[in-house]
């Protein structure tokens, strides 16, 4: 059973620039979050997608957008890219909008972007 | 303003002791808590839950402790195995949200 798939796993950008990175949830979830990870710090929420419409957005400019699929996969596209962008990205799925207890999410293995 | 707060970067403990990693946090209106575990070049995995209706969560050698009053939770690794070394993130949900709002995490080194 695949977990949680994200690609690429690394990426260079030029600033001024725009990414779309991919994710595919587990088997059987049907929301899907995303967070960025900066070096040294923890994962922070961008937002999240629930039945292909964004239910909750973390304080991140709307340079950052999303999408997801009938099959519940999503992209986050990131617009002019700067320097500050450079982080590694987190796509987390789970079973509907809500946390259930005893249950995290699922986390993929990121994917890497490097902004020059 | 961070909001949860892991305020060791680093923590070094040997094979077989008891490795304690700490978590404080700012908002009195998170209802549950978790702990989670990150391995270089992979995401990070569940590791325990707790709610804030409990102090207490056991789960094989790993156990978490909530004190509400001090706004501060623990978790307990015993006993703590090389195998262990890795990020440890706290991490909090508030009843409003689906969101999880990290701490910056926590290095264990488990040495033999």
């Known amino acids: 059973d695949a977990g949680v798939t994200q690609s690429p796993t690394h990426l260079i950008k030029t600033r001024g620039q725009q990414v779309t990175l991919r994710c595919s949830p587990k088997s059987g979830h049907d929301t899907v979050s995303w967070y960025q990870q900066a070096l040294g710090q923890g994962p922070q929420f961008i937002f999240q997608?629930?039945?292909?419409?964004?239910?909750q957005r973390g304080n991140f400019p709307d340079r950052f957008s999303g999408h997801q699929f009938p099959n519940y996969s999503s992209e986050l596209n990131v617009n002019a890219l700067l320097l500050g962008d450079s982080a590694l990205y987190l796509c987390?799925?789970?079973?509907?909008?809500?946390?259930?207890?005893?249950?995290?999410?699922?986390f993929g293995s990121g994917t890497r972007l490097t902004v020059v | 303003d961070q909001q949860v707060k892991q305020n060791s970067p680093s923590l070094s403990v040997q094979e077989g002791r008891i490795s304690i990693l700490n978590c404080d946090y700012t908002?009195?209106?998170?209802?549950?808590f978790l702990w989670y575990k990150k391995y270089p070049a992979e995401g990070p995995t569940f590791l325990i839950s707790i709610s804030s209706i409990k102090d207490k969560n056991e789960d094989g050698r790993f156990t978490v402790f909530l004190n509400k009053s001090a706004k501060h939770l623990s978790l307990h690794i015993v006993p703590s195995q090389p195998g262990d070394s890795a990020v440890y993130f706290c991490?909090?949900?508030?009843?409003?949200?689906?969101?999880?709002?990290f701490g910056k995490g926590t290095t264990l080194s488990v040495s033999s």
């Open positions: 991490a909090a949900k508030d009843q409003a949200g689906t969101a999880l709002i």
């Open positions: 987390a799925s789970s079973v509907g909008q809500y946390l259930w207890l005893g249950y995290g999410y699922t």
């Open positions: 997608y629930y039945e292909e419409e964004e239910r």
């Open positions: 908002n009195s209106m998170f209802d549950y």
